[in-house]
């Protein structure tokens, strides 16, 4: 059944909004440093308080009915991609966060969908047109560009934040590509709901090993920017960009995805007092242009 122009707009504003508030991220991380708290912590108190919420999504949601049993692989499955696409690949990200501005953080992640695109070509064998190629490679020059910001500012230490972050989508990616071969046999909002489970339970079974009195020993803020974090940047986006793919699809979905860096940039500068600098913006001109035109391509050569 089409949608309406009314439920259409609506569903390009929940994917909108998902990207903002996922980029809303960094800037909680950022401040919940300024109360002495490590990344251990903080990623072990946003899992955790997220938990019960995506289990009461997934309690009072459709999906759940008349659902299978998941075969105990199909639960090693969910385990890993919890392992890797929420708990190491946040984990890396915090601690890049450490070394450099949350507007390169967010342009660097942007360029998942580049990675995506290479990871299927090495590891699915899916071939990558010459203006796929072009189209990455004005990518990488435009973070590149909004790199030599921080690399002026920060020296080594942006070296070392680039590279955990990028790590971090390298990460992501390889969750995208393994969860669309088992979403459709395990369900979008059980995968979601399973494979963050799996998550909070990494998250603090390395906080046993990592001064786990810590948790109980934070400034007040900190557990506020926790529980921000866990809702507002976790959950609410995860289910809003879910329900938009849902409804219009993956392509159109991640387009809206833009807004994610830029609304980055413009909250480190008015939350954090971080410097928005022509290489920054036009870095993000380069990667917003060059994901726009990858994930157009995309979509036009799937429907062919």
Aim: glycine share 8%; proline share 2%; net charge positive.
């Amino acid at each position: 059944m089409p949608l309406s122009k009314k439920q259409f707009y609506i569903s390009i504003a929940m994917a909108s909004l998902g990207a903002v508030f996922f980029s809303g991220k960094a800037i909680l991380i950022k401040l919940a440093y300024r109360y002495g708290t490590t990344s251990e912590v903080f990623l072990a108190l946003r899992m955790a308080m997220a938990f019960p919420i995506f289990w009461l999504v997934y309690f009072f949601s459709g999906e759940r009915k008349g659902q299978q049993k998941l075969s105990f692989r199909e639960i090693l499955q969910v385990a890993s991609l919890g392992f890797c696409g929420y708990f190491l690949s946040s984990y890396v990200d915090f601690l890049g966060l450490h070394y450099i501005s949350v507007g390169l953080e967010r342009i660097i992640l942007y360029l998942t969908p580049a990675i995506v695109v290479i990871f299927s070509y090495f590891f699915l064998k899916k071939t990558i047109t010459k203006f796929q190629w072009i189209s990455m490679v004005v990518g990488y020059i435009g973070v590149t560009m909004a790199f030599l910001q921080d690399a002026m500012t920060n020296g080594q230490a942006a070296w070392i934040g680039m590279s955990l972050v990028f790590l971090s989508a390298c990460l992501y990616s390889a969750y995208l590509i393994f969860a669309g071969e088992i979403v459709k046999k395990v369900g979008s909002i059980r995968l979601v709901t399973f494979a963050s489970s799996f998550s909070a339970l990494f998250s603090v079974v390395q906080m046993m090993f990592h001064h786990p009195q810590e948790l109980l020993d934070q400034h007040l803020n900190v557990y506020l920017l926790s529980l921000i974090n866990a809702g507002l940047c976790t959950v609410i986006p995860m289910m809003f960009i879910m329900l938009s793919v849902r409804r219009i699809g993956s392509a159109l979905t991640s387009q809206a995805g833009i807004l994610g860096p830029l609304s980055t940039i413009f909250m480190g500068w008015y939350f954090l007092g971080e410097e928005i600098t022509f290489f920054q913006m036009s870095g993000l001109c380069l990667v917003v242009i060059a994901m726009w035109l990858l994930m157009r391509s995309q979509n036009s050569h799937s429907t062919n």
